[in-house]
């Protein structure tokens, strides 16, 4: 709901989900089901030379783990892995949400302000305030369940400030300085996956871009320096208390020109050098990783990434036809990952799991992104897109009396993948005074396909990659008219064919195939009294696919 004034904005939303067990083709994915309860407030004003923004959001998000991905020992966590089908699966639908879960709160408090100086230049700033906390529930034996009392309880306070200086074209030039700090404060209880941290850091930037119409040429050049530093702490760990202090320092810099051949074709290049400092879980991660099924061991002797990425860019638009490709190639010294060594588990106080290392190799990244859209006829768009990706590191090989190197793929790379379909469109949408007041009526038809990753480590993985697979998937909206208010109306359905797959990246593909069909309808009408403010009102039965953990675990 919105209201709105001559220089006042205000807006309330606030959604509501309940999900029960997800299914895949052939059975129910027991404990899947999960609860959202989110909201959002916001203000927007203006005054003079001043634009003023604030917002804050809570999401709130209970979700159960696939039962089959917690097994009692060993044995039973090899047999899991090694079995088509999910073992100790409940194979029933039910919104009952049990152990192991999780629930989850981002609560984000963040103010914006611009102050326009004069005709040329800006001064703007923002401070955000999120503090996050995850409970983690497991199985185990009554003592330690009784009381719906979480095992393990992050918290994170963080806070951020930017200031910036920008201007508007001075000779042709467009840019700005600007200044980042950020504070992050940690806190795990016992027996968590990472150790408390207290983290300070800052940044320095400044970036010019230089057009002069009509010469086809644009540059642009920035530069950038990092600071972050560590206190981390562990007590009630033994031998294995931590008390370290961090710190990593260092220069980023990127250049580019874009080339205009003509209003519908150009080209973009850009290169630079970046840096990645590892993160705390990178380096003193120690434990199970609850929501994702795995056990994950940091490497405190991890450096900092140092990258120099190029990316080639050409991109086409006319009125038949829209096209991009994208060439890139990222050599990375010092690159970080993920590494399972095959058939390797541990047997923690939580129960058996795949085990994973944080490990550090020179690499290459390479691939391509490119995509088309073709206007068939005035109604009927058929578009295509392809991402490939191919990556490597430099590994060592020891032999007996010398060591050499060669190049093995990296674990955990991304399948190449290829999206393309159809777009009947009935209708355009429809804006007035800058607001939208109909959405376009279509049906869009959409098939992605995966291929299966072959390009794997030489040492092999744990259980062979997934087959490769196609989905369809339906998508349809309609404006009505309620009275004299637009009401919009969709309609999507995902695996269409309730095709029967896995994906590569993700972890419960150990256990379990992927949801099947799923199918979804949202509704959106407008409220309006145009004698006092405008309301706008969102209503929304979501249905979609849900992945089987959190994106912000």
């Not at 994915?29 to 959002?40: I, K, M, P, V």
């Not at 980023?252 to 290169?271: C, D, M, Q, W």
């Not at 993985?461 to 339906?474: I, M, Q, R, V, W």
């Not at 256990?511 to 309808?521: I, K, S, W």
Request: net charge positive; aromatic share 14%.
């Amino acid at each position: 709901m919105a209201a709105k004034g001559n220089n006042v904005v205000f807006r309330l939303q606030g959604t509501a989900k309940r999900s029960g067990n997800l299914r895949a083709p052939d059975y129910w994915l027991g404990n899947t089901g999960s609860s959202e309860l989110n909201f959002s407030a916001m203000a927007d004003w203006r005054h003079g030379r001043w634009h003023h923004l604030v917002s804050a959001s809570q999401f709130g998000q209970q979700f159960g783990i696939l039962r089959a991905s917690h097994t009692g020992n060993l044995d039973q966590l090899k047999a899991a892995i090694a079995s088509d089908t999910p073992i100790g699966n409940p194979d029933y639908f039910t919104y009952l949400i049990d152990r192991p879960r999780q629930r989850v709160q981002h609560n984000i408090l963040k103010y914006k302000a611009y102050f326009r100086i004069n005709d040329v230049w800006k001064l703007s700033g923002q401070y955000s305030f999120q503090y996050n906390q995850r409970r983690e529930y497991d199985r185990g034996r009554q003592s330690v369940t009784t009381g719906n009392k979480a095992q393990v309880t992050f918290q994170l306070w963080s806070n951020t400030l930017d200031l910036a200086l920008e201007h508007f074209p001075i000779r042709h030039w467009q840019g700005g300085i600007g200044v980042q700090a950020i504070q992050q404060q940690n806190y795990v209880s016992k027996g968590g996956y990472i150790p408390d941290y207290l983290g300070l850091g800052g940044s320095l930037w400044a970036a010019e871009r230089w057009r002069r119409f009509p010469v086809p040429w644009e540059f642009e050049a920035g530069l950038r320096y990092d600071y972050r530093w560590n206190h981390v702490t562990t007590t009630g760990n033994g031998a294995n208390n931590l008390d370290k202090r961090i710190a990593f320092g260092n220069l980023s810099g990127t250049t580019g020109v874009i080339y205009h051949f003509s209003p519908r074709l150009r080209a973009k290049l850009n290169t630079g050098y970046a840096w990645r400092p590892p993160h705390v879980n990178e380096l003193f991660a120690r434990g199970v990783h609850h929501g994702a099924g795995t056990y994950e061991q940091g490497n405190p002797d991890l450096n900092s990434e140092k990258a120099w990425n190029t990316n080639f860019t050409v991109e086409w638009e006319s009125p038949s036809v829209d096209a991009v490709l994208t060439l890139y190639h990222n050599r990375i010294k010092d690159f970080i990952y993920l590494n399972q060594p095959r058939d390797s588990t541990v047997l923690t106080i939580r129960g058996p799991f795949p085990a994973y290392f944080y490990q550090q190799d020179d690499a290459v990244l390479q691939g391509a992104d490119a995509g088309f859209t073709l206007r068939v006829a005035p109604q009927l768009e058929a578009e295509c897109r392809v991402s490939l990706l191919y990556g490597f590191r430099v590994a060592r090989r020891d032999t007996p009396g010398e060591t050499s190197t060669f190049h093995d793929w990296l674990p955990l790379m991304p399948t190449d993948r290829y999206q393309y379909g159809l777009k009947w469109k009935l209708k355009s949408g429809k804006t007035e005074n800058g607001r939208e007041i109909a959405g376009e009526t279509f049906i869009r038809l959409l098939a992605i396909t995966a291929k299966r990753q072959n390009r794997i480590p030489e040492e092999g993985l744990t259980k062979a990659a997934p087959h490769a697979f196609t989905t369809l998937n339906l998508e349809a909206s309609h404006t009505f008219r309620l009275g004299n208010r637009p009401l919009e109306a969709g309609l999507y359905v995902q695996n269409l064919a309730n095709a029967r797959y896995r994906e590569y990246l993700d972890f419960f593909r150990y256990y379990t195939d992927e949801p099947g069909l799923n199918a979804g309808f949202r509704v959106k009408l407008i409220l309006e009294n145009k004698d006092v403010f405008p309301y706008k009102l969102l209503i929304m039965n979501d249905l979609k696919h849900k992945k089987l953990h959190s994106p912000n675990d």
